[in-house]
């Protein structure tokens, strides 16, 4: 009960106040780990395929170990100490997990880029949120980007998170936010991340696989409560949810494509290797620069729904137990 009390304390503060600039923040060190941790096994590993795949293996290993146990260990000396205690520091880690406010902010900054600034700034904004290369983008290359990056992380940036830390508290939560990190960082099929990428983006798929379905139904919810085309959301996720290299993350651009009747996707470039991609959706209207407000109150409406049904789910599930 404790940790669903410290999950909606999270929540609220992440709606409020999202990441401020220069806040610690734990994906930081996290990343930083992972640095560190590369430079160190591909030293140690032989520099072969299955060396570089072991190097990432081991890399995995030790990132999820500490992300997890950081945490429990620290909620578990607080716990000792007083449970008031605990709640705070769990709300403050699960207000760090959850991205729904940043992930917000951040697409909104390219949307007012489109409306106020010039393009150039536009595509500097956009790089901000997204791997691929932004020089080439044109202004409804950089809307695509942005509506894209926002539809694909409601589920690994929001809903998937919001699981973890639903069924297991800060520490599941964060062991999710260093397998989602490992494999942004790693999971590449470009050298030099080939293969020591390999493992963390396996894991990743594996990992984001029931949510990144359970975040498309929601969002098909979320179409009806915001009144967008259902129908044709629910027809282009079951056309194009499988038309990604990841097996999840079309799951929801595809219900996104949909929902708002634009074609997503497409061929683009990242590392400066072009990756020739299929279309996601139907070019049934232009993409516009509103498309961005729209999937960003998309995201909200998904995640507000979620979040009610996971809270009421834990809560019946306390309830039944004791």
């Known amino acids: 009960m404790w940790t669903l009390i410290s999950v909606c304390v999270g929540f609220c503060i992440d709606l409020v106040i999202g990441d401020p600039h220069g806040f610690p923040h734990p994906v930081i060190a996290i990343g930083k780990l992972i640095s560190l941790l ?82 150039e700034r536009a595509r500097y904004a956009v790089s901000m949120i997204v791997g691929r290369d932004t020089a ?71 990992v984001n696989y029931i949510p990144a379905r359970l975040s ?3 969002m098909l919810l979320a179409g009806g409560v915001l009144r967008f085309d259902v129908k044709n959301g629910w027809r282009i996720f079951r056309r194009d949810r499988r038309k990604h290299a990841s097996p999840n993350s079309a799951q929801t651009e595809s219900v996104c494509a949909g929902l708002l009747r634009i074609r997503l996707a497409g061929d683009a ?32 409406v998904t995640t507000f729904l979620a979040f009610a049904a996971g809270a009421a789910l834990r809560y019946l599930t306390f309830s039944l137990l004791i």
């Open 38 to 119: 590369e430079r160190a096994l591909r030293r140690a590993f032989p520099k072969t395929v299955r060396g570089e795949r072991a190097a990432g293996a081991a890399l995995w290993l030790i990132t999820a170990s500490v992300s997890f146990v950081v945490p429990f260990a620290l909620l578990l000396l607080c716990g000792m100490v007083s449970i008031w205690l605990r709640v705070a520091l769990e709300s403050v880690m699960c207000w760090q997990i959850l991205a729904a406010r940043s992930l917000r902010d951040e697409a909104m900054k390219v949307y007012r880029t489109l409306k106020t600034d010039t393009l």
């Open 136 to 206: 080439s983008l044109d202004r409804d290359g950089v809307t695509r980007a942005a509506v894209e990056t926002v539809a694909e992380n409601t589920s690994d940036g929001v809903i998937a998170p919001l699981v973890c830390l639903l069924i297991g508290g800060a520490p599941l939560g964060m062991l999710y936010k260093a397998i989602n990190t490992m494999d942004s960082m790693l999971g590449y099929i470009e050298p030099p991340y080939t293969n020591i990428g390999f493992f963390p983006a396996k894991i990743d798929d594996i």
């Open 216 to 218: 498309a139904l929601i």
């Open 269 to 300: 470039s990242y590392h400066g290797v072009l990756h020739q991609k299929p279309y996601i959706g139907d070019d049934l209207r232009p993409v516009e620069s509103e498309d961005i407000p729209r999937v960003c109150r998309l995201m909200y």
